[in-house]
């Protein structure tokens, strides 16, 4: 399958079923997508438009700013686990799990910034092009 048809056929996973294997499969998705691209940009290889760029600029974007819906998802989750009585932790004391609250709210606020920085990378690499006489990339 390529890229291509993964990318296409990535939609349907947000209907679900869901469960912790098919969510846990998705963040392994991303991690590993993330690790193509920085194969697939590395200099030398097969990255040689500035249109491109912007490309996956805007699609990074979008990637970041979807990333603080689900970081409050998994807080939300864990903060009701803990009010329900349902979380306990190896050190016998809950101190972990503030932590783990904590970092994930300033996560979310990084993964904002990252969604507005990214925003702004893109639209500053519209006008980039790759001159050839005729002001198109070449």
Request: hydrophobic share 45%.
């Amino acid at each position: 399958m390529t890229p291509q048809e993964i990318a296409a056929r990535l939609p349907e996973l947000t209907g679900g079923p869901h469960d912790d294997a098919s969510i846990t499969a998705m963040a392994q998705i991303t991690a590993e997508a993330i690790r193509a691209l920085n194969h697939a940009t590395f200099p030398g290889a097969a990255l040689s438009e500035p249109a491109t760029v912007y490309r996956v600029l805007g699609e990074l974007a979008i990637a970041a700013n979807r990333l603080p819906q689900l970081l409050t998802q998994l807080a939300r989750w864990l903060d009701a686990e803990k009010t329900a009585g349902r979380l306990a932790h190896d050190s016998g004391s809950l101190d972990a799990l503030y932590r783990v609250l904590a970092r994930l709210d300033e996560a979310t606020r990084w993964a904002g910034l990252l969604g507005g920085a990214l925003d702004d990378a893109q639209q500053a690499t519209a006008g980039l092009y790759r001159p050839g006489g005729d002001g198109e990339d070449q």
